[in-house]
C-alpha cells in the first residue's frame, strides 16, 4: 500500500511495508516515477519525501561549497548525491558532503557514510523535521564528525559535533553573520555565513 500526499510545496509518500522494501528497489521505483523537475527525492525512514530547490537554497549550498573548496577537491564534494545510511531505510540526498582523503565507493558504487567528514543541510519549511529530527539522530549514529543545519527562515545555523554513542556531545547555535569555526574539527576551517540569505 502506498499513501501520497500532497500539499503546496511537497509530495510526501509512504509506503506500508516498506519493511519487505530495500533502498535499491524503491530508488529503482522512484527512477521510473515522473519526479518533477527541480524536486529533489530522499528516504528518510522508509518514508519517500520530495521537496523543492529554491534559488536561496541553492545559493547557501553554493557559498558553503566555495567556502570549502579550499580544503577539499571537487571530487570530495558532493551534493544531492544517494548515500546509504544506517537505520531503517535511509537513503539521503544531502545538500553538501564532504568526504574524507582516500574516501572510495563502495560494491554498488555509492560513496560510504564512514567517509564523510562534514554534512551541512539547508532547511526547507516542508523537511525541516526530518533535518532537526530523523537525519540529526541518523548523522550521530553514523558518527559524522561534523553536521551542520543551515535555517534560513530563522537566520541561524547549528553546529553539532563531537558523535558518540548515537549522540553529538557539542552543539552550538548563533545568527546569520556569525562564522561557523570548524578549525577544531577534521575540516579545520572557518565558514562565513554573513551572505546566507533569508527566507
Given at each position: 500500500?502506498?499513501?501520497?500526499?500532497?500539499?503546496?510545496?511537497?509530495?510526501?509518500?509512504?509506503?506500508?511495508?516498506?519493511?519487505?522494501?530495500?533502498?535499491?528497489?524503491?530508488?529503482?521505483?522512484?527512477?521510473?516515477?515522473?519526479?518533477?523537475?527541480?524536486?529533489?527525492?530522499?528516504?528518510?525512514?522508509?518514508?519517500?519525501?520530495?521537496?523543492?530547490?529554491?534559488?536561496?537554497?541553492?545559493?547557501?549550498?553554493?557559498?558553503?561549497?566555495?567556502?570549502?573548496?579550499?580544503?577539499?577537491?571537487?571530487?570530495?564534494?558532493?551534493?544531492?548525491?544517494?548515500?546509504?545510511?544506517?537505520?531503517?531505510?535511509?537513503g539521503f540526498a544531502c545538500d553538501l558532503i564532504a568526504l574524507r582523503d582516500g574516501a572510495e565507493k563502495d560494491d554498488k558504487g555509492r560513496w560510504r557514510y564512514q567517509d564523510i567528514e562534514f554534512v551541512a543541510e539547508v532547511i526547507s519549511k516542508e523537511t525541516?523535521?526530518?533535518?532537526?529530527?530523523?537525519?540529526?539522530?541518523?548523522?550521530?549514529?553514523?558518527?559524522?564528525?561534523?553536521?551542520?543545519?543551515?535555517?534560513?527562515?530563522?537566520?541561524?545555523?547549528?553546529?553539532?559535533?563531537?558523535?558518540?554513542?548515537?549522540?553529538?556531545?557539542?552543539?552550538?547555535?548563533?545568527?546569520?553573520?556569525?562564522?561557523?569555526?570548524?578549525?577544531?574539527?577534521?575540516?579545520?576551517?572557518?565558514?562565513?555565513?554573513?551572505?546566507?540569505?533569508?527566507?
Amino acid at each position: 500500500m502506498m499513501t501520497i500526499e500532497l500539499t503546496d510545496n511537497r509530495i510526501e509518500i509512504e509506503m506500508a511495508g516498506s519493511d519487505e522494501l530495500s533502498l535499491d528497489m524503491m530508488f529503482d521505483w522512484l527512477e521510473r516515477m515522473p519526479v518533477p523537475e527541480g524536486y529533489k527525492v530522499e528516504i528518510v525512514e522508509g518514508a519517500i519525501f520530495m521537496s523543492p530547490q529554491r534559488d536561496n537554497h541553492w545559493d547557501i549550498i553554493a557559498a558553503m561549497y566555495e567556502q570549502l573548496r579550499s580544503r577539499y577537491p571537487r571530487k570530495r564534494m558532493k551534493s544531492d548525491v544517494r548515500l546509504d545510511f544506517p537505520g531503517h531505510l535511509n537513503g539521503f540526498a544531502c545538500d553538501l558532503i564532504a568526504l574524507r582523503d582516500g574516501a572510495e565507493k563502495d560494491d554498488k558504487g555509492r560513496w560510504r557514510y564512514q567517509d564523510i567528514e562534514f554534512v551541512a543541510e539547508v532547511i526547507s519549511k516542508e523537511t525541516a523535521r526530518n533535518d532537526y529530527g530523523s537525519k540529526l539522530e541518523t548523522y550521530a549514529v553514523a558518527e559524522v564528525p561534523v553536521y551542520l543545519i543551515v535555517d534560513p527562515y530563522t537566520g541561524t545555523w547549528h553546529l553539532h559535533t563531537l558523535p558518540k554513542d548515537g549522540k553529538y556531545h557539542r552543539y552550538l547555535t548563533l545568527d546569520f553573520g556569525e562564522p561557523v569555526d570548524l578549525t577544531d574539527t577534521a575540516v579545520g576551517l572557518t565558514l562565513e555565513t554573513a551572505d546566507f540569505g533569508r527566507e
